[in-house]
Nanobody, 124 residues
Framework: VQLQASGGGLVQAGGSLRLLCATSGLTIGSGGMGWFRQAPGKEREFVAAISWSGGVTYYADSIKGRFTISRDNAKDTVFLQMNSLKPEDTAVYYC??????????????????WGQGTQVTVSS
């Protein structure tokens, strides 16, 4: 299983970016995909998640209303649309895959596979 995150970059505050996570070798069934982020000196934190079955979405309070997670099951791809970006959104963003039923979408231990991360930098 491989996860490839892309789409990061440098953007001014208030701007937008769209992250993409392409997967290969992943059997889609139960479970789903998540996005996490990690800023320098901080722990990795949950951003958003989406279930493969039913497309149910989950968001961290800090980004709710600004970020949208979506999926393309046919292409085994997950997207994170990020709008109204703030300097505090600056971090390395990671996509992750859970291959079994998830109880706590915001917990890193629920996820079996991780991508390499893509840097998002928001300037003030």
């Amino acid at each position: 299983v491989q996860l490839q995150a892309s789409g990061g970059g440098l953007v001014q505050a208030g701007g937008s970016l769209r992250l993409l996570c392409a997967t290969s070798g992943l059997t889609i069934g139960s479970g789903g995909m998540g996005w996490f982020r990690q800023a320098p000196g901080k722990e990795r934190e949950f951003v958003a998640a989406i279930s493969w079955s039913g497309g149910v979405t989950y968001y961290a309070d800090s980004i709710k209303g600004r970020f949208t997670i979506s999926r393309d099951n046919a292409k085994d791809t997950v997207f994170l649309q990020m709008n109204s970006l703030k300097p505090e959104d600056t971090a390395v963003y990671y996509c992750a895959a859970a291959v079994s039923v998830v109880v706590t979408w915001g917990a890193t231990y629920e996820y079996d596979y991780w991508g390499q991360g893509t840097q998002v930098t928001v300037s003030s």
